[in-house]
Nanobody, 115 residues
């Protein structure tokens, strides 16, 4: 089994910054990709950003230029630096890890951006 532990969420004013972290542990052999998704009540979970083992990144259009995803392979940790936050970024952010065609999810961390 794989465990994902997220941290770094919280309340911030519009224009501010937050950094999310997600540490993976357990049966980790060959991570394909890690990433961040977010979800608001009544809506589907949506992709925010992903990063492959080779460090190829992908961002949703809504966060391009404001968010940066990175990873520390030695620590099996992925980060999401979020700058210029907007109220519409308010959501529960979930860490995702893909390995051997299986997706693993963290418990989620709340990010709230006040106007």
């Amino acid at each position: 089994q794989v465990q994902l532990v997220e941290s770094g969420g919280g309340l911030v004013q519009a224009g501010g910054s937050l950094r999310l972290s997600c540490a993976a542990s357990g049966s980790i052999f060959s991570i394909t990709a890690m990433g961040w998704y977010r979800q608001t009540p009544g809506k589907q979970r949506e992709l925010v950003a992903t990063i492959t083992r080779g460090e190829t990144t992908n961002y949703s259009d809504s966060v391009k230029g404001r968010f940066t995803i990175s990873r520390d392979n030695a620590k099996n940790t992925v980060y999401l630096q979020m700058n210029s936050l907007k109220p519409e970024d308010t959501a529960v952010y979930y860490c995702n890890l893909g390995q051997f065609l299986t997706n693993y999810w963290g418990q989620g961390t709340q990010v709230t951006v006040s106007s």
